[in-house]
């Protein structure tokens, strides 16, 4: 079993910036791939970036440049940095904890979730 728990989230002016973090309780934290999910108002959850066991990346095309994911395998924390804000950035962030077995079982699990609010 995993617990995640978000921070960092707030209010923010567009251009600004704000590092989220998502520390995870209990162990095997390397083996999961982390990611970074937000929803808006109105509208379904979507991924803005994962980072896999081996520290390869993925972002949605919307934050490329702008976001940066980064864990820390020792303190068992995801970040997610980000950078020159925009107001439709403006979502509750979630931290996302996943791996698959080589027996084919799947550990999934979610944080509560952070607001994040750029004002324009």
């Known amino acids: 079993q995993v617990q995640l728990v978000e921070s960092g989230g707030g209010l923010v002016q567009a251009g600004g910036s704000l590092r989220l973090s998502c520390a995870a309780s209990g162990s095997l934290f390397s083996l999961y791939v982390m990611g970074w999910y937000r929803q808006a108002p109105g509208k379904q959850r979507e991924l803005v970036a994962t980072m896999t066991t081996g520290g390869t990346t993925n972002y949605a095309d919307s934050v490329k440049g702008r976001f940066t994911i980064s864990r820390d395998n020792a303190k068992n924390t995801v970040y997610l940095q980000m950078n020159s804000l925009k107001p439709e950035d403006t979502a509750v962030y979630y931290c996302?904890?996943?791996?698959?077995?080589?027996?084919?079982?799947?550990?999934?699990?979610w944080g509560q979730g952070t607001p994040v609010t750029v004002s324009s």
């Open positions: 996302n904890a996943i791996r698959t077995t080589t027996w084919g079982q799947t550990y999934d699990y």
